[in-house]
């Protein structure tokens, strides 16, 4: 069972700064995608991931602010110009074809 752990969530001023870590058991060239999505009141949505091949797709929201990377151990979500939107529970995942797996969730709260 593939595990990923999360780190990196807060409590943050808006207009400030984080970075989320996501490190799977596997290695993380052996699925498709991994990003990061996150759940406020509603649906769970997509706010970045980066394919095997290294390309990268962000919500409209996150454009010019926050940046999707990765080494050969996890994925990063740096975010900065951080607003109140932006809080939620964000949940790294990792994708190979049809199968998805699931981090446990890491709390971001943005406060004016």
């Known amino acids: 069972q593939v595990q990923l752990v999360e780190s990196g969530g807060g409590l943050v001023q808006a207009g400030g700064s984080l970075t989320l870590s996501c490190a799977p058991s596997?290695?993380?060239?052996?699925?498709?995608?991994m990003g990061w999505y996150r759940q406020a009141p509603g649906a769970r949505e997509l706010v970045a991931r980066i394919?095997?091949?290294?390309s990268t797709n962000y919500v409209d929201s996150a454009k010019g602010r926050f940046t999707i990377s990765r080494d050969n151990i996890a994925v990063y979500l740096h975010m900065v110009g951080l607003k109140s939107e932006d809080t939620g529970v964000y949940y790294c995942?990792?994708?190979?074809?049809?199968?998805?797996?699931w981090g446990q969730g890491t709390q971001v709260t943005v406060f004016s």
């Open positions: 394919s095997v091949g290294g």
């Open positions: 995942n990792a994708n190979h074809l049809a199968r998805n797996w």
């Open positions: 596997e290695s993380i060239f052996d699925f498709n995608y």
